[in-house]
Structure formats: C-alpha cells, structure tokens
C-alpha cells in the first residue's frame, strides 16, 4: 500500500521520474567509490526512496543508514545527464526519516552535533567557545566532545583593514560573514575585504544577519533552516546590491533560498531575488583583479576546492584562474582537486569513518604533489585539510582560505614595487 505522501515527497516524486538509471552518477560519487556499494550511490538511494514512496519498503534504519552516509556533495548531479535534482530527493527522503512512524527508531545525532547547531545561531557564543577550544586543543576535551579535537588549534592571521576613498570605487558589494567563518576564520573575511577594496569594491556587512541554516538543513531541521533563511532576507533585503561570502558551503545555501522558501506566501518572491544576488567573493574580485598585483613566494600550490562552490555556484574555476594569475608560484592541479574531503558541514563527526577514508584517499594523490601550500575556499574544507596533514604529520598551517593567500600575495607585490625588496619577502 502506498503511504501518505507529503508536499516534499511529492516533489521529490517529479524528480525521480526524471531519473533512467544510466549510472553516469556512480564515478562521482565518493562513497560510492569508496564502498563499490549500490546501496551508497545516488542511483542506490533514489530507489530507496522511491521504494519507500510507493510503500515497497518501509521507512527504517536500512534507508537511514544510505542516506546519513550521503555528503550530498551534488557532484552526482553535474554528471547526470538528465538533469536529475538529486538533492530535492535527498532532503525528501530524509523528511521520511522524520515521520512520526519512524521517530522512536531513528538514531539521535551525536552530542557535538547538538552542541554546534546550537552555538551557530548565537555567533558571538560560538566565536567564545571556539576561543576556549583553540586554548584546550592540547588536552583531552569530555569524551562528548573528543570529536572535535581534530578540527581545534588554528590560530587567525593578523590582517590589517585596506579601505579605500568613495571616489575610486566602482561598485559596492555587501558581505555575508558566515556564523563559523566569523568566528573561526574572520581572518579570511578580512582579507577578502581587503582584496575587493584594493580592487576598487568597498563591501558593507549587514546587522542582524545570522547562519546560512546548511548545517540545519541537511541535518533534517528543515523548518529551522527556513526561519534562517527568513532572518537573512530581512537583513539584506533593503539593497540590491550583490552578496558576497567566503564559504563555498554558505553560499550554495544562500542561493537555494529562492528553492527552500518557494512556498512561503510572505517570502518567496524576496527569497528568489535574494538568492539571485549571491555571488562568490572571488567571482566578484576576479572582475577586478588586473588592478590587484599578486606576487607568490616560489611555492607550489594545491587546492582542495570546495564541492559546493562547484557543483552548485558553479565557480569552482574562479579559484583555479586567480590561483594560475599569481606569479612567482606553481599551480598544481591533480585528480580529484574538485572532490569532496569528506567535511560535510557535521558529516566529518557524525560518520567519522566514513570522513577519514574520503580524506586519505585525497591525501594520498595529494602526497605525490608534494605541495607547500594547500588552498582551500571553505570552512569543513579547511578543517577536514588540516586533520589530513597533521594525521600525515605535516604542518596543517600549510592549509590556507584563498583569500588568506592571495592578501599575502598583494601584500608582498606591494613590497616588490618599492626599491630593495625581496620576492620571497
């Protein structure tokens, strides 16, 4: 008997027809090439979800244990030549896992998920206990929280404020800062500040803006994401000026508000128009960059790019042309630079093993590169890439945000324009 269907599934029901079957998903997919299990593909999944839908199987921890092992990474849907929105399904399935029916059966997330979620809607707590944590990286934290003892220990970068005179600005940007970028990597957003300015782009950052709601919606909380989302449309939405941020994951968030809240009576319109405004700082800095002189230091270059930023923003190869513009480094690319690490937002806590073995295969191609510096353009990105260089016993400073390297590069042109200085300085 087929079960009660709800507006979600229904949705997700137009985009499975969509689907043939044809496998293209199955090379992409990194939990796939990392089980050669069906049942851990985006093909795989879908036809449990379907099967569920059509009351073929019930709704139970075999589902569950498919679906909380996807990143939902979407590399799946830039393969899929039907055009499949695999994520629409994804989330539908997992708001099966969150019916009543199947409540009592479903497992609870862990406590240090519980706890992030929490710290995230409350930026200035969450600022505070990162502190706290960077300080007790070197001692062993409760056992609910030895989770995070991996992704402890960076230290921000000091940069200084570049501001530039209104007369030689050619447009104005605003900046979403992120709950876990401001308060982890604010150095980031610092330096992509500054490189916007230099490039003649002020940006202003926005009161009352909060988290993007990725982590709650992909942990399930759909109706927490969307509340979110109605915070940050209420912040920004007296401009119509474009919306600029650091993370790859956020962003990706941000432009799939218009999609999230397309229900919403009060929201939808301004959610579309909303998401419509998002761009990547460094889509927008690219614009600029001839006016940006970047001089490197004779080191090679990796990156780990950000799945989001590709396979949804689809400017993953704005990062590559920036990073190939900066003369005096190498750029090395290799397979698999565009992959996910395994971060996920809370994946890396929640299926730790699952994490671990993405990460080492990446590692291991990684290796052979022998890069001084690995760039990375989101926050998972940046933490999951320094667990893999300290667990290959490597320094994880070596892993740096884009916008860190290239501030670094500007600043060190800058030194090379005046007389007597060095281009390793």
Known sequence: MTINVQPSWIIATEDIEHCNKCGFCLPVCPTYQLTSNELQSPRGRIAMIEAAIEGEIEIGEGLEDSLSHCLDCRACETACPSGVRYHRILEAGRDMLQSPSYGKGRKRLS???????????????????????????????????????PFLGYTEQQIAKVTISSSTATMAVEFFKGCIMSAQFADANQAAKNLLARGGIPSDSPIHQGCCGALHLHSGFTEEAKAMARQNINAFRHSEKLIVNTAGGCGAMLMQYGELLADDPQYADDARQFSARVRDWATVFKQVQHKVPLRGSGQRIALQNSCHLVNVEHAGQDTVDLLNVVTGDIFVPYSG?????????????????????ILEQKMTVLADKHPDIIIVNNPGCHLQMRWGMTRYHLDPNSVQHLAVYLERAAQRAERMAEPGERADA
Do not use: M
Not at 128 to 143: D, E, I, T
Not at 338 to 356: F, H, K, M, P, V
């Open 111 to 149: 406590f240090a998920t519980q706890q992030i979620l929490k710290l995230v809607k409350k930026p200035h707590w969450l600022r505070r206990a990162v502190r706290v944590g960077n300080r007790l990286n070197k001692v062993s934290l409760p056992k609910p929280l030895q989770s995070l003892t």
């Open 337 to 357: 630079q565009d992959s996910c690490c395994g971060s996920a937002g809370t994946y890396n806590i929640e299926q730790r093993e699952w994490a671990l073995g």
